[in-house]
Every structure is written in C-alpha cells, then in structure tokens.
C-alpha cells in the first residue's frame, strides 16, 4: 500500500477493510495462560499432597505461595515469545478480570494460612472456575464455557472430599478446568 | 454542500493506519506493517506524520534486545476520524446535501 489520493467510495471500502481485518481470530498464545498456571498448580498441589501425606508436617502448606512464584515469571516469558503485535481491548478486559482473580485468590490464600481456617480449595476453584467462564463468554469460545461453567458446579467436590485427598479432587479440577481447554484453545489456534 | 475531508486522513495509507488503530487498543510497527501491505520506510513517514498531528501516540521501547514501536490512537485522532466519516456520509448519501 503507498500513499495515494483516495475518493470517497475507496475510502469507505479501505476503513470497512482494515477493522475487519484487526478482528481477532483465535491464537495459540490465547491458550498460554492456560497452560501455565494450570500445570504450575497442578504440580505444586501434587508436591503439596505428596509431602503431606509422607510427612504430616503442616508446614508443607507454605509449597502453595510457590504457585504466584513460578506462575508469573514462566507468563512473563511467554507473554513475550508469543507477542502478537497488537493489543485489543477485549485483551485489556481479560487481563484486568485475571489479575482480579488472582489478587483475590492470593488474599484469601494467605487468611485461609495464617488466620482463619476455611475450606480455600473450593474458594480457589470457585473464583477461578468463575474466571474461565467469563472469558470463555468474552471470547465465544465453547471449550473454555463448558470448563469454566464445570469447574463452579464441580467446585462443592473440594467440599465434600475431606482431608488430604481434597488436594487430588483440587488437582484434577484444575487439568479439566485449564489445561484441556488450554490445549484445545492452543491447537486451534495454531491451525 | 459538501463537508471537506480531512486532508491528513484522507490518504490511503494514513487512513488504513488510522482504521486499525481505531478497532485496537494499540498495535507494534510490524502489525501495522503486515495489515497494510506497506514498506517500512513509507509507513515510518506516514506514522510521523499522524504523530506530528496529534493524532496518535507513538511509543518506542524494548522487547528483549529487540526494539518495539507501539502505536495507539489519541483522543483528538479519534475526534478527526469520526469527523471524516461524518464528511464521507455527506458525498455518498445525496439527503445530506444541501447544495
């Protein structure tokens, strides 16, 4: 394209164009944040339940706060090798909604550690579930809806599952809530 | 009568850089470079260009060791836009005139 003078009809025709050429399609990188924070708590609530179980020390419970620690450092670098090139304003809301949620869950994580004793794994997975849905809602993707809307219903499972094995019921909810339609969000938008 | 069209808008390039900044919250030198089919060093001018008029913000910085130049439309950007296809109505629908 070089700079030429337009008339009206053309101009019309290159402005209809261009915005509809800015409408997002699916990306591989959409399915990114999935994959990261699904298999990083994934992996810390197996430590977690491995050393629990083996040692009964609650201290163990502190494995948690490793979760923020690797999470964002491992987004901050794949935030950067998938960089798109554009920003749109759907991204912003996503973002904003996410970093909501996580400052939430990382409060309610420390009350739930050093103060009050309440059920935290179904909290988690109730505000997270709520997050997968909401995207999923935002970006028309129903993979993401399903997993989200399954996560809130399966989220009273950490209820009724007591003790220990609450870690593994948290675990799974986490692979069918993020990493299966982090996946399938990854491979279509590789496609 | 007819409106007149912003003379800084109404160029190929200038305009197809406006409309995508105009759907996006920003977008990096590259994007606008593939979605405009342009050559770097014409786009670079034509950037400057809507820079210099205030119609768009232009922020360079780093990805890495690479640069980055990000683009994002300002609020007196998107006043001339919606101007110009206000004036573009007034050519193309006949009941807007009033010569």
């Known amino acids: 394209m070089e700079e030429r003078q337009l008339n009206e009809k053309d101009s019309l025709e290159l402005i209809a164009r261009m915005i509809q050429n800015t409408r997002q399609k699916m990306e591989k990188s959409h399915g990114v944040p999935f994959l990261v924070w699904g298999y990083t708590t994934i992996v810390i609530s197996l430590l977690v339940w491995y050393f629990l179980s083996a040692t009964g020390d609650y201290r163990v419970n502190y494995l948690w706060f490793l979760i923020p620690l690797i999470g964002a450092p491992l987004m901050f670098f794949f935030i950067q090798k998938h960089e798109k090139g554009v920003r749109t304003y759907i991204d912003r809301v996503i973002g904003y909604i996410w970093l909501v949620l996580g400052i939430a869950a990382l409060v309610i994580s420390v009350a739930a550690m050093f103060f009050w004793n309440f059920p935290i794994l179904f909290v988690v997975i109730l505000l997270m579930g709520s997050g997968t849905a909401i995207t999923g809602l935002i970006v028309h993707f129903r993979p993401i809806i399903v997993a989200g809307f399954g996560g809130i219903l399966l989220s009273l499972a950490c209820l009724l599952v007591h003790g220990t094995n609450s870690i593994l019921i948290f675990a799974g909810l986490f692979l069918l809530m993020m990493v299966v339609p982090g996946h399938i969000l990854y491979a279509k938008g590789r496609r | 009568m007819f409106e007149p069209l912003d003379p ?55 990805i890495g060791k690479r640069t980055r130049t990000v683009c994002k439309i300002s609020s007196k950007g998107i006043d001339a836009f919606e101007k110009y296809v206000e004036a573009l109505k007034s050519y193309l629908d006949p009941r807007d005139r009033t010569d």
Not at chain 2, 10 to 34: M, N
């Open chain 2, 8 to 62: 800084l808008l109404h160029s190929e390039l200038r305009l197809a850089v406006i409309s995508i900044l105009i759907s996006v919250e920003e977008a990096d030198f590259v994007y606008l470079r593939e979605k405009t089919g342009a050559t770097a060093g014409n786009l670079s001018v034509q950037i400057n260009k809507l820079n210099e008029a205030g119609y768009i913000k232009v922020e360079r910085g780093f």
